[in-house]
T-cell receptor
């Protein structure tokens, strides 16, 4: 069973709308939680990386939250643009360097 | 220079061919990674080099042979591949190989490999 679960699997929204992607993680020991954006056929691009002590981190229109008690993270996208259409991957890092990738959420933004 | 470059962008090869994928970074990173990604799946770790030494091999078949000639370069030599090896091959680098922020990985654009 994948220890990083993302939901929804896919999401379609209209341009200008906001959306929130969810991630549940169970990998131990926890070191950090990362969100990547991956365009089709391209390498993932880092959006945010949060350690245990951080609750929220923003990168432009992207805001990630982390709840270490419930082991949940979310990625909120504000005022979506067509260029936001991509796969968003939640990744958990352990203290010894191993990364566990979620299956990704495919976001499609329609005009 | 703040990016990871990969060549070639696309590669088509037969099952008897020998080819190599190349990855380069000039960010002073000391850890470099090879990942394999199938369509609509997350990247799967293949190899990790830390300070030019192979530190992780995720039970990858011997038809994939990594090489790290220096701290900026990472190669993946391919020989006698199978059609199921067709995938996007991603290279990444990080300042260190730890799990903390120093281990934040920067990915290259990938090489799209097709094995006929």
């Amino acid at each position: 069973k994948n220890q990083v679960e993302q939901s929804p699997q896919s999401l379609i929204i209209l341009e200008g709308k906001n959306c929130t992607l969810q991630c549940n993680y169970t990998v131990s020991p926890f070191s950090n939680l990362r969100w990547y954006k991956q365009d089709t056929g391209r390498g993932p691009v880092s959006l945010t990386i949060m350690t245990f002590s951080e609750n929220t981190k923003s990168n432009g229109r992207y805001t990630a939250t982390l709840d270490a008690d419930t082991k949940q993270s979310s990625l909120h996208i504000t005022a979506s643009q067509l260029s936001d259409s991509a796969s968003y991957i939640c990744v958990q890092g352990t203290s010894y360097g191993k990364l566990t990738f979620g299956q990704g959420t495919i976001l499609t933004v329609h005009p | 220079d703040t990016e990871v470059t990969q060549t070639p962008k696309h590669l088509v090869m037969g099952m008897t061919n020998k080819k190599s994928l190349k990855c380069e970074q000039h960010m002073g990173h000391r850890a470099m990674y090879w990942y394999k990604q199938k369509a609509k799946k997350p990247p799967e770790l293949m190899f990790v080099y830390s300070y030019e030494k192979l530190s992780i091999n995720e039970s990858v078949p011997s038809r994939f042979s990594p090489e790290c000639p220096n701290s900026s370069l990472l190669n993946l030599h391919l020989h006698a591949l199978q059609p199921e090896d067709s995938a996007l091959y991603l290279c990444a680098s990080s300042l260190g190989a730890s799990g903390g922020p120093q281990g934040e990985q920067f990915f290259g654009p990938g090489t799209r490999l097709t094995v006929l």
